[in-house]
């Protein structure tokens, strides 16, 4: 079973930038997807941003521009770096693998203060 620990949330006024964080508890070279979601209350859960064992990017059309995933894999770790944050993007983001089973993290609370 993979663990996933993430870190970096917090409360950020609009405009500012948040660096979330995801560590694996193994190696990640090999995993075919890493991903961030979020959701806010009352709402489904959204994918972010995902990256691929091959560096591949896709994100979500609201966050293009403003945010972008990485990965280190000498440090099994997902970053999301999160720019110019909008009170909209308020939610519970969680660091998501596919290896090719699926895990989740614990979530970490970003809150955007207008």
């Known amino acids: 079973q993979v663990l996933l620990g993430e870190s970096g949330g917090g409360l950020v006024q609009a405009g500012g930038s948040l660096r979330l964080s995801c560590v694996a508890s193994?190696?990640?070279?090999?995993?075919?997807?890493m991903a961030w979601y979020r959701q806010a209350p009352g709402k489904q859960r959204e994918l972010v941003a995902l990256?691929?064992?091959?560096?591949?990017?896709n994100y979500l059309d609201s966050v293009k521009g403003r945010f972008t995933i990485s990965r280190d894999n000498s440090k099994n770790t997902v970053y999301l770096q999160m720019n110019n944050l909008k009170p909209e993007d308020t939610a519970v983001y969680y660091c998501?693998?596919?290896?090719?089973?699926?895990?989740w993290g614990q979530g970490t609370q970003v809150t955007v203060s207008a």
């Open positions: 193994e190696s990640i070279f090999s995993f075919n997807v």
């Open positions: 998501y693998v596919e290896t090719p089973r699926n895990y």
């Open positions: 990256i691929s064992s091959r560096g591949s990017t």
